[in-house]
Structure formats: structure tokens, C-alpha cells
């Protein structure tokens, strides 16, 4: 039963442009959500996280939306640039983000941008 | 200076036999976990231990024997390895207490032949 959903497997943007990627959640018991980059043969690099006492959290290029009542968060990233072509995780946990607990992992999204 | 280490890199190996994977982390964390990336991409946790007790065991198989010498260190033993086990695992540490992300290493690329 996947408790983290990311709906799209890839997502194609241009230079520039608006990515914006979507995650869905089911356990209402989830209270931080965070969102890693991961490039090939590395490891998840952690983005952005946002506690669910916020709606939206920005820093610099990206940010994050939560909609409690949806379930769901999205990453905004403007303006999207070459380097940021990855594979992006949207992670949840149910301790806002300072107990010993795992995280819950989407599948990913992988973002391509192009020239 | 890498923040979470973990050696080797890849491992590749029969079916039957025992391996270890280290992990070490330099960031002062009081908790480290191991997670393991299947075929279907998905990251799912196995352990986590802090202060070198073990605080999660998600229902994975007594042959995979986490153990902590101490605080900085995860090493992840497993025995009598079978072909499901090829996957990606990655060592991640973090605070507790202190919100804040979880921190990856690279991964370990377990390949059974």
C-alpha cells in the first residue's frame, strides 16, 4: 500500500520555464514532508522540507506547497535550468521530522529539462 | 569531506554467500538508518538505530544484521544471500530531536549472480 504517491514518472520542461511536481499521501498521521534530488549512482540530496504547520516553505528557486486538506504537496521550481534534471522523491514522516523513524518514499519523478 | 560514507560502492557476489556493507557518518548524528531501493525504484526503510540501539526492524528477513559499534557507524551484515536481495541500499543518519532532514550516502549497488 503505497502511502506516497508520485503519479508521473517523468515530466519534460523547458529551460526556463515552470517545473512543478506533484505528491499525493494518504497517512493523515504524516506531519513533515520533504522532497530530495537524486542524480544517477547517488545518493538522494535533500531540497526543501515543509512541516505541516505550513502551507508553502521557499528557498531561492523552489518551493513547496502543502494542501493538508488534499493530501497533497507540490515542488515548484522557476526558473527550471539544465542542472536540474534528476529524479526528484517526495518523503513524508510522522514525527515532524525529528523522531527515529524512516522515511515513506513516492516512486520519484524524473524532471528533464530541455534546451 | 563526504558527510555519509559507504564502502563498497558495488558488490557483486554468489548466491549462498555472506556479505557486510560499512556506512560511517562525520555530521555528529545520533541516528542512522539503512534503506534499500528495489527493481521498482522504490526506497523503503529497513532499520534505523540511534544511540547504537536498534529503534526500527521493518519486517525484513533475520538474515540482514545491522550493527552499530558506535554513534558515527551502521554496517549492515547479511547472510546466505539470495537473488531478491540485489537491490540499491543506501545508509542515511539524521538527528533526533531536531527536525531536519535525513542525510544519504551513496548507495551500495548488491548485485547476486
Known amino acids: 500500500d503505497q502511502q506516497v504517491k508520485q503519479n508521473s514518472p517523468s515530466l519534460s520542461v523547458q529551460e526556463g520555464r515552470i517545473s512543478i511536481l506533484n505528491c499525493d499521501y494518504t497517512?493523515?498521521?504524516?506531519?513533515?514532508f520533504l522532497w530530495y534530488k537524486k542524480y544517477p549512482a547517488e545518493g538522494p540530496t535533500f531540497l526543501i522540507s515543509?512541516?505541516?504547520?505550513?502551507d508553502k516553505n521557499e528557498d531561492g528557486r523552489f518551493t513547496v506547497f502543502l494542501n493538508k486538506s488534499a493530501k497533497h504537496l507540490s515542488l515548484h521550481i522557476v526558473p527550471s535550468q539544465p542542472g536540474d534534471s534528476a529524479v526528484y522523491f517526495c518523503?513524508?514522516?510522522?514525527?515532524?521530522?525529528?523522531?527515529?523513524?524512516?522515511?515513506?518514499f513516492g516512486k520519484g519523478t524524473h524532471l528533464i529539462i530541455q534546451p | 569531506d563526504t558527510a555519509v560514507s559507504q564502502t563498497p560502492k558495488y558488490l557483486v557476489t554468489q548466491m549462498g554467500n555472506d556479505k557486510s556493507i560499512k556506512c560511517e557518518q562525520n555530521?555528529?548524528?545520533?541516528?542512522m538508518y539503512w534503506y534499500k531501493q528495489d527493481s521498482k525504484k522504490f526506497l523503503k526503510i529497513m532499520f534505523s538505530y540511534n544511540n547504537k540501539e536498534l529503534i526500527i526492524n521493518e519486517t525484513v528477513p533475520n538474515r540482514f544484521s545491522p550493527k552499530s559499534p558506535d554513534k558515527a557507524h551502521l554496517n549492515l551484515h547479511i547472510n546466505s544471500l539470495e537473488l531478491g536481495d540485489s537491490a540499491v541500499y543506501f545508509c542515511?543518519?539524521?538527528?533526533?530531536?531536531?527536525?531536519?532532514?535525513?542525510?544519504f550516502g551513496d548507495g551500495t549497488r548488491l548485485s547476486i549472480l
Open positions: 518523503a513524508a514522516s510522522a514525527r515532524s521530522g525529528g523522531g527515529a523513524d524512516g522515511l515513506t
Open positions: 542515511a543518519s539524521s538527528q533526533v530531536n531536531a527536525p531536519g532532514p535525513q542525510h
Open positions: 497517512n493523515s498521521m504524516f506531519d513533515y
Open positions: 555530521l555528529g548524528h545520533d541516528t
Open positions: 515543509i512541516s505541516s504547520i505550513k
